[in-house]
């Protein structure tokens, strides 16, 4: 029996993976947004406190993960190149608007 082909190419795939990842930074600031709005109206909860620590670990796990890569000494890849057609302003990057 032959091997079913793919329904996306690696590069679609990747396109599509980095857009939701994306979106869900865009969810993550906002979600974090209305979680400093908690703190401010209950300063003296130590379980937001509790909260962020829990946070703080998951995205160490993330960065660790991906931080074979050798980003040091360059701010390049936060720079939005619209090459997957995604501009990431939204989520802090800078963008070309002459790409476009």
Same mark, same amino acid.
């Given at each position: &029996? ?6 996306? @190419? ?24 209305? #979680?400093?709005?908690? %703190?401010?109206?209950?300063?003296? /909860?130590?379980?937001?406190? *509790? $909260?962020? *620590? #829990?946070? %703080? ?10 931080? @074979? &890569? $050798? ?5 390049? $890849?936060? #720079?939005?190149? #619209? /090459? $997957? *057609? ?5 989520? *802090? ?8």
């Amino acid at each position: &029996m032959a091997a079913q082909q793919p329904k996306q @190419t690696a590069a679609e795939a990747y396109a599509t993976r980095a857009a939701e990842i994306d979106a869900q930074l865009k969810r993550l600031a906002q979600q974090l947004a209305a #979680h400093r709005r908690d %703190h401010e109206a209950n300063p003296k /909860s130590w379980a937001l406190v *509790g $909260d962020l *620590g #829990h946070i %703080h670990e998951i995205l160490d796990e993330a960065i660790d993960f991906l931080g @074979t &890569m $050798d980003i040091v000494g360059t701010d390049d $890849d936060l #720079h939005c190149d #619209h /090459s $997957d *057609g995604v501009c990431r302003t939204e989520i *802090g990057f800078e963008c070309d608007e002459t790409i476009r």
